[in-house]
């Protein structure tokens, strides 16, 4: 599952570490079917809205080691999409990238996202809610216990979607870090996240970004622990960390 998008950062450096994630946790773990992705789409983008050059410069990304930018077929397909301003045809550009890399996508919850009728939203997701899928939940901004604007993803919404999983799926949520000390807000929000869950997050980061990573099936944890490792071992900047405990 994703959830919400801005134009201005359609095809950019941060897409490319999310979708080339995507992609190698579904690579590496075969045995899940599909991948589940729900855009929660605002559609605040007025017209004029500025792009960040240097985070849209995909080869620049390249030289320096961005993640994700070994993935040449990614790189140049999100610089294809950076043309495009609507944000369903981006999803939809999103999905073709995947189906091209023969992983079964599902995009659940097209309908516009507005803060007063979550509740509809999710329900609306849940009601053809997958097995065996990766779920991955990507919030403008992150989480937050209480008091949401429409970039925000509750923590009580992230236990409703692991009640509904299967032992054999896997959540993953993005988080733009906030102002502060990196590992500070990690430790603060992986405890908030197995207080409401039950459940220690799995943790791979830059230093723009934190991807949470549940599932409530041990042994899956550990061979998804594996892989992550993989991935943040070609990355320079990336860390991963198993939080359990």
């Not at 990238?97 to 919850?109: A, R, V």
């Amino acid at each position: 599952m994703v959830i919400s998008l801005s134009a201005r950062n359609f095809g950019d450096t941060r897409d490319l570490f999310k979708f080339d994630l995507v992609r190698h946790i579904m690579k590496s773990l075969p045995d899940l079917k599909g991948f589940t992705f729900v855009p929660m789409l605002t559609g605040t983008e007025g017209n004029g809205h500025r792009k960040n050059a240097g985070k849209h410069n995909l080869d620049q990304a390249y030289r320096s080691g961005k993640a994700g930018s070994q993935n040449q077929d990614l790189r140049e397909h999100l610089t294809r999409l950076q043309e495009i301003d609507n944000d369903i045809e981006y999803i939809n550009g999103i999905s073709t990238y995947f189906q091209n890399e023969t992983i079964l996508i599902d995009i659940p919850g097209k309908q516009r996202f507005t803060n007063p009728d979550r509740d509809t939203y999710f329900r609306s997701v849940f009601n053809k809610f997958p097995k065996n899928s990766l779920i991955f939940i990507d919030p403008d901004t992150g989480l937050k216990t209480e008091g949401p604007d429409n970039k925000h993803l509750l923590y009580s919404e992230i236990k409703a979607v692991l009640n509904r999983m299967d032992t054999s799926s896997i959540l993953m949520v993005y988080q733009h870090f906030p102002k502060g000390k990196h590992e500070a807000f990690i430790r603060d929000a992986t405890r908030e996240l197995e207080k409401w869950t039950g459940f220690y997050p799995s943790v791979i980061t830059d230093t723009e970004m934190v991807f949470f990573i549940l599932t409530k099936n041990q042994k899956l944890q550990t061979r998804l622990n594996d892989v992550i490792a993989c991935y943040a071992d070609t990355y320079p900047a990336l860390q991963c960390m198993d939080c359990n405990g």
